[in-house]
């Protein structure tokens, strides 16, 4: 088949990478590429010759045929985005959030829900080898009945005030990802949580929280995330893993960013399994969308606008239920400045900063 057309509307961190697997599939065809910034536009004009570079959104909508959009441009952007994309037509992928807020977010999956048009948001983690490899295991019934959901994420990361502006403190822009896993295996809604957050150099938001509940279900849950896991040590490192309990067995994945590693402890099968991480696994999502729009059968496998918005409100519930308790501010504000300066400047480490030209 022909490839599908597609229009990208911002090319900052998460644009570029989109750009770059798209380009590499003979399923997809860049055709536009929209940055109200000069210099992104020069950077797309570079990286992508073929595609024509717009600093108008609307060129991209009113072109018949263009027959996608991805939406990479800040959060408060996107559900006018989506609206016109809908109205105009063409399919969806959209970055996380999919909105500035939870009213928005719930109007976007309204939009998605009452069209015949795909959509589809960066929910990357449901795309990933090791989370669909343990899924599968717990659907053998190797561990049992799945009892608890244990998932930390914590790195230095992006510290406040380097690109959370329309995505919230670190627990909503970064954890709704983890919040999102943890409803994925559930395969139920949350029910009762209670959450500690601190907040970290004195800073006005929480950079590190921490939430235990429980699921309709009865599945137990505890999620820890935070981009303030040695943000000024001589050498970074990072604590990351899933830990799954059944009443028999369990399951477990950590992962340097580069080598995923799996070990699996069933009742009749053992498994350790090394593979490399997979990263974004944009690839996967690009591939999957882009067959639903070949087949025009949407693959079950792809997170939803509904996904999405459930992910963002309980991330902004367990922040709002933090603030309700003790939240104490550790360190000072000449720290949080320390961090900032070494940020600019570092080649090696977690979350860099994209350099301008």
């Known amino acids: 088949m022909n490839p599908i057309r597609i229009g990208l509307i911002g090319l900052g961190r998460m644009g570029g990478f989109f750009l770059e697997e798209l380009r590499k599939s003979e399923k997809w065809e860049v055709a536009s590429i929209c940055d109200i910034s000069p210099e992104s536009r020069a950077r797309a004009r570079e990286l992508a010759p073929e595609a024509k570079v717009i600093a108008d959104e609307q060129e991209i909508f009113d072109d018949p045929t263009i027959q996608a ?6 959060a408060d952007s996107r559900k006018s985005q989506i609206e016109k994309a809908f109205a105009s037509g063409k399919h969806v992928i ?10 928005n977010e719930w109007k976007a999956v309204e939009l998605a829900e009452n069209t015949p048009l795909f959509s589809t948001v960066n929910l990357y983690l449901r795309n990933s080898w090791y989370h669909n490899t343990i899924k599968d295991f717990i ?4 561990i049992g009945e799945l009892a608890i959901i244990r998932v930390c ?3 230095p990361g992006l510290a406040p005030g380097e690109g959370h502006e329309f995505e919230g403190p ?14 994925w295996y559930a395969g139920s809604e949350f029910k009762t949580w209670n959450a500690q957050a601190v907040r970290m150099w004195n800073y006005k938001e929480p950079w590190w929280l921490q939430c235990h509940g429980t699921f309709e279900n009865g599945v137990v849950f505890d999620i820890t995330q935070g981009h303030v896991y040695g943000q000024l040590a001589k050498d970074q490192t990072h604590n990351s893993y899933i830990d799954i309990i059944g009443t028999k067995g369990i399951a477990r994945m ?3 960013f580069k080598t995923a590693i799996v070990e699996l402890h069933g009742v009749t099968q ?15 999502l690009c591939k999957l969308f882009a067959e639903s729009i070949e087949t025009g059968r949407r693959s079950a496998s792809l997170p939803t606008f509904r996904d999405a918005a459930k992910a963002s409100e309980y991330a902004w519930r367990f922040l709002q ?7 104490p501010a550790i360190g000072e504000l000449e720290t949080l400045r320390q961090i900032h300066e070494r940020r600019r400047t570092m080649k090696n480490g977690y979350g860099l900063l994209r350099k301008h030209a």
Not at 69 to 74: E, I, K, P, S
Not at 170 to 183: L, N, Q, T
Not at 270 to 284: A, E, F, S
């Open 270 to 284: 053992t498994h350790r399994l090394i593979q490399p991480y997979g990263g974004k696994n944009i690839d996967v």
């Open 94 to 103: 959209a970055e996380k959030p999919i909105s500035d807020n939870v009213e």
């Open 153 to 155: 994420h914590m790195t």
């Open 170 to 183: 670190a627990f909503h822009d970064c954890g709704m990802h983890y919040v999102d896993i943890a409803r």
């Open 139 to 142: 659907a053998q019934g190797e």
């Open 321 to 327: 239920d933090a603030r309700k308790h003790d939240l």
């Open 254 to 256: 950590t992962h340097d």
């Open 69 to 74: 959009v991805g939406l990479f441009a800040l």
